[in-house]
């Protein structure tokens, strides 16, 4: 047997301990070159049918540094991993050097070591990658709203990029495994169990603290929800849950613990007191890495939930529930518009599609609100399907919601205010004072801004328009604007020719004067595609993260090994039974995969719960689509891990 042969059979004889290392780098080199498949994917590259050009440009740029971010973090987690690995061999190392074995040749059979588990990731990486890319592509182009999907090619800069970046990364792994143990002495590595630990304590200080924080960064959250929209506050409410979250694994979690150990009935009832001991270790030593697996999970969980919320077409047409929208200013020729008015009605009617017309012309209150006459409120919202409204006398009106914030206002109002009186400023002459009806919440009139929208009836609203033109002396269409909405039930059956339709308006520009069309298809396509590339590098980073985060978990595991066997061997000789040894490892392996994965979830929760308050749009289904994907990813681990993790110890209790 030679070297080379020497070096494959330790990685095989050690399969148990590389296999999650070797999964790991393979799921990382599977992730990077499906980043790489969609980065030099030509659809991407050339752009999207229908997608603006800072679609283009933020897919190029957001995979860039999605394969960056991959590969910075896969180099800090491989080498973490081989180090823990490398951890529990040093006694095997210690023999290799009494046997014979010069520290070069030892750094040499790391080096192979390495390289031989980096080679077959990558070619396992990119295979898998290959045969599963053509259904990437086709949740992908689901997620970009791209009618024909995005066609397979064979990815030949993928693979090229893929392979020479991992290679260098194995080449420096390899070649830093040996300085992880270079500081080693032969007596240290033969004897490299751990000292005795003292046992873990915690400050009730600390613990309170923690509930506190987190308290107080929930309350923050939904103090910006409810409408304060205070970004100093919603940063300094993160911060504080997240490090709420720190002290809530450092300190409440081992001071939980130890006051139930104090609780003699429970501490030693049954199998509670290994349990129990055994537990405050675990959660001591595994503090950090929960941590981070909460707030890296709870980011994955609100980033994924959120674009998926963002980019639903529903969430859209409660913003702008107009197909096409079609605004000019008085300076504008009046020929202009009737032209381009008429070739939008032309369109719908050859594309068959019915449609009905409606607009209005705003008149100006000094306080920057809208005066909108009701006949054209009411045409809109019975096209919409909304209530239409009466007002029976002069000096009625009621206002309507411009926009979803303006919307959630009216809907905290309390509908025993009303009606109550109002004043008006038309003008430098004009004050009105209105007895204000409850508002209309539904958005018919959309805008911008936080700017009031008014309905009074067709008479007062005439009155106020001919006292604008004994003001000014001129025809108020000199300066009003008009809008002009056209309704259509099936938004969405407008893809096909809303683009050509905005580049036919686009090129028909007036000399003077203003005018702008919006179509809410191609709104809703440009706003999916952008939140389609977040949310494909959002996720597969999150799933990344995730993944490194239950690796750590199972590298943590494994690392005490020896000691767990051991400590159960004894045991095991005092009478403990196999079952009672499955539910004490079941119940330490449930805490150490679920409670950061709960923790996650909670906030998560509360993160979704003030997303609904701020856009009043069920989110339920897709957040639920978000947790029971990751729930069922750490299932699966856990099974796998509890399985092994417990067929390996059955094999040495006595």
């Not at 399969?15 to 790991?24: D, E, G, Q």
């Not at 409850?438 to 929208?453: L, N, Q």
Request: charged fraction near 20%; glycine fraction near 6%.
């Amino acid at each position: 047997m030679n070297f080379r042969q020497f070096a494959i059979n330790n990685v095989v004889r050690n399969k148990r301990i590389y296999l999650a290392h070797f999964l790991s780098s393979t799921f990382s080199v599977m992730i990077f070159f499906i980043y790489a498949l969609l980065l030099f994917h030509p659809d991407l590259q050339d752009g999207l049918k229908g997608s603006s050009q800072t679609v283009t440009v933020l897919a190029n740029q957001g995979l860039m540094i999605a394969e960056i971010i991959i590969f910075i973090f896969s180099f800090l987690f491989l080498l973490y991993s081989v180090g823990s690995f490398l951890k529990t061999r040093k006694k095997e190392f210690g023999i290799f050097l009494i046997i014979g074995m010069t520290r070069k040749q030892m750094n040499r059979l790391l080096f192979m070591e390495n390289m031989c588990i980096g080679v077959a990731s990558i070619v396992a990486g990119i295979g898998l990658g290959l045969i599963f890319g053509k259904l990437v592509l086709l949740i992908c182009g689901s997620m970009l709203a791209v009618e024909n999907s995005l066609r397979f090619y064979f990815p030949l800069k993928g693979i090229l990029l893929t392979a020479g970046a991992f290679l260098l990364l194995f080449v420096v792994i390899a070649l830093s495994s040996s300085l992880l143990i270079r500081k080693g002495t032969l007596i240290e590595l033969v004897k490299s169990e751990e000292k005795p630990k003292p046992e873990p304590k915690a400050s009730p200080l600390l613990s309170l603290l923690s509930v506190v924080l987190i308290g107080g960064g929930y309350t923050g959250v939904f103090i910006f929800a409810w409408g304060s929209y205070i970004f100093p506050l919603l940063f300094g409410s993160v911060l504080s849950v997240i490090a709420g979250t720190y002290l809530l694994f450092t300190q409440l979690s081992v001071y939980v613990i130890r006051a139930l150990k104090k609780k003699e009935g429970l501490f030693y009832r049954k199998t509670n007191l290994l349990f129990l001991s055994e537990l405050t270790y675990r959660m001591k030593d595994n503090a950090v890495m929960f941590f981070m697996v909460s707030v890296i999970s709870a980011s994955a969980f609100t980033g994924i939930g959120s674009m998926l919320t963002i980019g639903d077409p529903r969430l859209s047409s409660m913003t702008n529930p107009y197909a096409f929208t079609y605004t000019n200013s008085g300076f504008t020729d009046s020929a202009v518009v009737d032209r381009q008015i008429q070739k939008i009605e032309e369109t719908l009617v050859n594309r068959e599609v019915s449609y009905v017309k409606g607009s209005y012309q705003p008149l100006y209150e000094n306080n920057n609100n809208y005066i909108i006459k009701l006949s054209s409120y009411n045409r809109l919202a019975k096209a919409l399907g909304y209530e239409e409204r009466v007002l029976d006398r002069n000096d009625l009106a009621f206002n309507t919601a411009p926009n979803i914030t303006a919307r959630n206002k009216l809907l905290d109002t309390k509908k025993d205010s009303y009606p109550y009186s109002a004043d008006l400023y038309v003008g430098e002459q004009q004050h009105l004072q209105m007895q204000m009806l409850p508002p209309a919440t539904d958005i018919v009139i959309p805008m911008e801004g936080e700017a009031g929208v008014y309905v009074v009836s067709d008479d007062l609203y005439s009155k106020i328009r001919e006292a604008y033109i004994a003001e000014i002396k001129m025809d108020v269409d000199f300066y009003s604007d008009q809008t002009t909405f056209f309704v259509v039930k099936d938004w969405m059956s407008t893809r096909s020719f809303a683009s050509e339709l905005l580049d036919t308006i686009e090129k028909d520009r007036p000399e003077k004067g203003y005018v702008q069309f919006t179509s809410l298809v191609v709104d809703w396509l440009n706003n999916k595609q952008t939140n389609g590339i977040i949310l494909i590098v959002s996720g597969l980073i999150g799933i990344v993260f995730f993944t490194f985060a239950a690796s750590f978990t199972y590298f943590r595991l494994y690392a005490d090994l020896e000691r767990d066997e051991a400590q159960y061997r004894m045991i095991g000789k005092m009478g403990l039974s196999r079952p009672e040894l499955r539910k004490i490892v079941t119940r330490q392996l449930v805490l150490m995969f679920f409670l950061p994965l709960l923790v996650a979830l909670i906030h998560s929760t509360v993160a979704f719960t003030a997303l609904y308050q701020m856009v009043q749009f069920s989110i339920l289904d897709d957040s639920l689509g978000v947790f029971m994907v990751f729930v069922t990813m750490q299932l699966i681990f856990f099974a796998i891990v509890r399985w092994r993790y417990l067929r390996h110890m059955y094999s040495k209790l006595v």
